[in-house]
């Protein structure tokens, strides 16, 4: 028998093309290399930290092919655990191993995690705009494109910025450069009695096919949000998202029980755990974590197994800040993955596909993580290194009296 490759070397490259990227580099004796998305938008130099202090030590001489066990290891043997830090920081470590267990036996991750259960995953894009007919452009544009689902954010009459709007129709990026964020003005009655009429107007201009998602972003009120879910409902929604501050779980049975709209949770959870009552009590429809600030490949297919026992799919979180090393490991997922919806894929510049060269796909629609060994997604160091970091926040927000709010 031989001998098991060892991990030699664990690197944590910190690189800013156009945004800010952590990307976890493990390296076997063998020469095989495991790439990891731990970007982490806003507190990216703390899973660096992490990764570098806390991880790597741990890391050097363990079999890497013990995916699992790696996984268990660094959760249960941290005691202080859960949180996006800690969660991110297992998650790009186990990304990398299954990168590995790819390479190793040359097929791709999907096959591993037992093959294909779909041709192709239907993906959804942002359309945004601060008025109508900016909106309608902005839909017109990514239908366009091909996508057949697209989430609409508007702007609000009387406020200056609202989240995921631009004024001048260029894609939305929430961080901020500089060391502090931007403190935006929130304005949940003026939201409300605006949003609703403007995703009227979307609806009555795409027709009844196309998939529309709406993302409220944790900023209402659980009786906010039931009012929102039902002015929404004959609209025929794929999905109202984060309509009230995810933590606080209780709430939903709230507003499940005043509105049919369904309901989309979990891109801010780390664990199963967090979304276990919200999936066992059947109070949302879809979860919406990440395959890398939940922990990786390895607990998001057991958030998909528990969600399935209550037919409740996933349609996993994929913004600009998370890099195309977890977007292919949620690809890979999604391929296997028999409740597995839909995409969230806000596309990237040019130089970031250029720096992550990857073999997943984007046709008509849909996503395909391809057919290379492990994950598919090779990384330029040397062009990424030419992008120091640079710090960037996410801004907060705050009410009209001053008083601090959700962002
Ligand atoms: C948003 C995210 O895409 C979404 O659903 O909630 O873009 C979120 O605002 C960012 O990931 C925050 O970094
Ligand atoms: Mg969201």
Redesign the pocket.
């Known amino acids: 028998m031989s001998k098991p490759d060892r991990i030699a070397a664990v690197d944590v490259l910190v690189a800013s093309p156009t945004r800010n990227f952590v990307t976890l580099k493990v390296t076997t004796e063998q020469g095989l290399v495991g790439w990891g998305d731990a970007t982490l938008?806003?507190r990216e130099l703390a899973v660096a930290s992490y990764l570098r202090d806390h991880v790597a030590p741990l890391l050097i001489g363990r079999d890497p092919a013990r995916v699992e066990d790696t996984w268990q290891y660094l959760y249960r043997g941290a005691y202080w655990r859960r949180g996006p830090v800690t969660m991110t920081s297992v998650g790009a470590v186990d990304l990398a191993l299954w990168d590995i267990k790819g390479k190793a036996t040359g097929q791709p991750v999907y096959q591993l995690l037992g093959g294909a259960v779909r041709d192709r995953i239907l993906s959804y894009t942002?359309a945004t705009g601060w008025d109508v007919p900016q909106v309608l452009d902005s839909i017109d544009a990514r239908l366009g494109e091909g996508f057949r689902a697209v989430?609409v954010q508007t702007g609000v009459p009387g406020l200056e910025v609202v989240?995921?709007v631009t004024r001048d129709g260029t894609a939305y990026e929430?961080?901020g450069r500089g060391i502090a964020p931007a403190e935006e003005t929130w304005d949940a009655d003026a939201y409300l009695r605006h949003a609703p009429k403007v995703l009227e107007e979307v609806r009555s201009h795409v027709g009844p096919e196309v998939g529309l998602l709406h993302?409220a972003?944790h900023r209402l009120t659980p009786n906010q949000a039931a009012r929102l879910g039902r002015s929404l409902e004959d609209l025929g929604l794929f999905w109202l998202?984060?309509v009230t501050p995810a933590e606080n779980q209780e709430v939903l049975r709230t507003v499940r029980g005043r509105t049919t709209v369904p309901l989309a949770i979990g891109?801010v959870f780390n664990t199963v755990w967090e979304c276990q009552s919200l999936i066992t009590e059947q109070l949302i429809d879809y979860v919406?974590c990440c395959v890398s600030h939940a922990g990786g490949i390895s607990q998001l297919r057991r958030i998909a197994a528990l969600a399935d026992v209550w037919q409740i799919q996933l349609g996993p979180?994929?913004?600009?800040?998370i890099s195309p090393v977890a977007l292919a490991a949620s690809l890979h997922l999604g391929l296997a993955t028999t409740n597995f919806a839909i995409q969230?894929y806000?596309g990237y510049d040019p130089l970031v596909h250029e720096i992550f060269r990857h073999a997943w796909s984007y046709e008509d629609g849909h996503l395909h993580p391809g057919e290379a060994a492990g994950l598919g997604v090779e990384v330029d160091e040397e062009l990424a290194s030419r992008y120091p970091y640079q710090p960037a926040y996410?801004p907060v927000a705050r009410r009209r009296d001053g008083s601090m709010t959700d962002w």
Not at 317 to 321: F, I, N, Q, V, Y
């Open positions: 938008n806003g942002h989430r989240y995921g929430p961080a993302d972003h998202e984060d891109e919406r979180h994929g913004p600009s800040d969230e806000m996410l």
